[in-house]
């Protein structure tokens, strides 16, 4: 029996081991760690038959692996998977793994560094209230290698779409992935200590909507429009200025005027529609109306899928208000443009919770919106003393470090009475690893908190 090795035990690595096992392989998963979610994981791999090997570190061994599947968090230039590249066995991402499935399927793929899970969410919503099975996967609710898996089950209605949001992480170890459509949300500096340059980002990103038979742009991303029709003479263009703006052809892209998202010169919802708030999200909202017309989708199910949209957890969420102060989630926001772009879009005056594991990138922009809207800033998390001296290099001292989410939700009610805040929010512009194990349980400590003693 053929033997696959799958590196790295989250729920893409499970995935990926279930789907080859299901496949005919035999499967080894291994992770460096031993932390008790991987022992349960472990003990549960076991009883399916499938081995995993805990607190070791992955060599490559021709003799034993025939195929090495990787999980989107572990680094695709690893030396170990380098040297299995040179030894000549395949190598493919989770993703990459589940497209060989899946590729029968029309996809729409979205990336980005912002934006890309709000617009992924409202494209999946769109197409699921067409009555299409469409499920959001990637970096969003299932793995794709669940979704494959799932497509193999016997008595499985088929998918009519996968709509997969796609890290930079997801698209270099998956070459292959061609989307029916693929959207480009927004392009600005991140995950350079995985990447090392801008050059090499923007590339990996390149790729995917390289080989999309669609392509949709957002044309008020300042980097995207810089590049402009000249390097992606056949894409659609998106913006919230007007027909006027639009790069291209306005009539194959989307743009918002007098208060309409319009869609290929048709109008198809009012923006009033969506309960998102902030140009960006309006932005989000003409790259998912003009997915799903491209996908033929028809006018009367966006615009009932766009009105019935809840919003996304940890993405500008409102958890509650207390004494006329609302208190927003916007843990997603895990770099300086998002946090800057959920500062700017909701009302002051803000108590801002911000720090965690900082990353490398540029605050300028967020430190200014800062100084225009925030009455104060808490600080927790290892990024506080680093935070609070660049606060004080730009002249404001309304800052408090707080260390952790408890002191940050009691003090942000305190000084949100007085100083008659407007807004409570979480954006803290910071990757969670220092104190949480995603931004997710960041979040949802910070909804636990609000609901806890603000609502009791």
């Known amino acids: 029996m053929a033997r696959a090795f799958v590196i790295g035990l989250g729920r893409s690595g499970v995935a990926a081991a279930r789907l080859l096992q299901r496949q005919g392989w035999q499967v080894t998963v291994s992770d460096s760690g031993t932390a008790d979610a991987l022992k349960q994981a472990q003990q549960q791999l076991a009883a399916e038959g499938i081995t995993v090997e805990l607190g070791q570190r992955f060599q490559p061994d021709p003799q034993q692996m025939q195929r090495i599947v990787v999980s989107p968090g572990v680094p695709w230039d690893l030396p170990e998977l380098q040297q299995a590249r040179a030894l000549g066995i395949e190598t493919w991402g989770e993703v990459e793994l589940a497209w060989q499935t899946l590729s029968a399927v029309p996809w729409v793929a979205i990336t980005g560094t912002n934006g890309k899970t709000t617009t992924t969410a409202l494209i999946a919503a769109i197409f699921q209230t067409a009555g299409l099975k469409a499920p959001a996967c990637g970096n969003i609710g299932y793995a794709v290698g669940e979704v494959a898996l799932q497509s193999l089950t016997p008595d499985t209605a088929p998918l009519d779409w996968v709509i997969a949001e796609l890290s930079s992480y997801q698209i270099e170890s998956s070459p292959s992935v061609a989307p029916r459509i693929g959207v480009w949300t927004t392009f600005t500096p991140d995950h350079l200590s995985r990447h090392y340059t801008l050059e090499n980002y923007y590339g990996i990103k390149a790729h995917l909507l390289k080989q999309s038979q669609h392509r949709i742009f957002n044309g008020d991303d300042s980097y995207l429009r810089q590049v402009g029709p000249q390097q992606w003479p056949q894409a659609c263009w998106t913006s919230v200025s007007g027909r006027a703006t639009v790069l291209g052809n306005p009539d194959q892209g989307a743009y918002i005027e007098n208060g309409w998202a319009i869609a290929q010169g048709d109008p198809i ?104 809207k925030a009455a104060a800033v808490l600080l927790i998390g290892s990024a506080a003393p680093t935070f609070a001296q660049r606060l004080q290099e730009v002249g404001y001292s309304a800052y408090e470090i707080v260390e952790t989410m408890d002191r940050a939700v009691v003090r942000g009610a305190e000084l949100g009475q007085q100083l008659g805040a407007a807004v409570v929010l979480l954006s803290p512009a910071c990757a969670s690893f220092d104190q949480y194990p995603n931004f997710e349980q960041r979040g949802d400590h910070f909804r636990q908190l609000c609901l806890e003693h603000l609502t009791a």
């Open 269 to 372: 919802v009012p923006v009033s529609a969506l309960r998102m708030v902030g140009p960006h999200n309006q932005q989000n909202l003409l790259m998912a109306v003009l997915a799903a017309r491209l996908a033929g989708i028809e006018k009367d199910a966006i615009a009932e899928a766009i009105r019935c949209f809840p919003g996304v957890p940890h993405r500008l969420e409102h958890i509650c208000t207390w004494q006329g102060i609302q208190f927003i989630n916007d843990s997603k926001a895990t770099n300086y443009d998002a946090a800057q772009v959920g500062l700017a879009a909701v009302e002051a005056p803000v108590i801002l919770i911000a720090g965690g594991e900082a990353k490398a990138g540029d605050d300028t922009s967020w430190l200014t919106t800062i100084q225009a």
